[in-house]
């Protein structure tokens, strides 16, 4: 079992930055492949970043969605069993509550693959 906890949402002004993290707690968090999506008022939940390490050396794979990338950074710290979502140049289109997930396995876009969800945070971009 894992435990995810996401915190940093709030309002921010489009053109702004914000950073998501996510922590986690229960198995051995560096085992997880670890993700983020969001979801809008009427619209499906959607994916925006993974991020799976492989261990030793350091090297990791990240995946992001067309919309974000270039704006947003998915990044881990597995001494504090946490993971972060660096969004900057925010646009009113991705005012979302924004979910953190982890999976087994390698990084998949679809969110039925990912066992374990936070409660979500909510996102708010102002234009």
């Known amino acids: 079992q894992v435990q995810l906890v996401e915190s940093g949402g709030g309002l921010v002004q489009a053109g702004g930055s914000l950073r998501l993290s996510c922590a986690a707690s229960?198995?051995?968090?560096?085992?997880?492949?670890m993700g983020w999506f969001r979801q809008a008022p009427g619209k499906e939940r959607e994916f925006v970043a993974a991020?799976?390490?492989?261990?030793?050396?350091?090297?990791?794979?990240?995946d992001y969605a067309a919309s974000v990338k270039g704006r947003f950074t998915i990044s881990r710290d597995n001494a504090k069993s946490t993971v972060y979502l660096q969004m900057s140049s925010l646009k009113p289109e991705d005012t979302a509550v924004y979910y953190c997930?982890?999976?087994?396995?390698?990084?998949?876009?679809?969110?039925?693959?990912?066992?374990?969800w936070g409660q979500g945070t909510q996102v708010t971009v102002s234009s």
């Open positions: 997930a982890a999976k087994i396995g390698s990084v998949a876009r679809s969110h039925i693959e990912y066992a374990y």
């Open positions: 229960g198995r051995t968090f560096t085992s997880y492949t």
């Open positions: 991020l799976r390490w492989s261990g030793a050396g350091s090297i990791y794979y990240a």
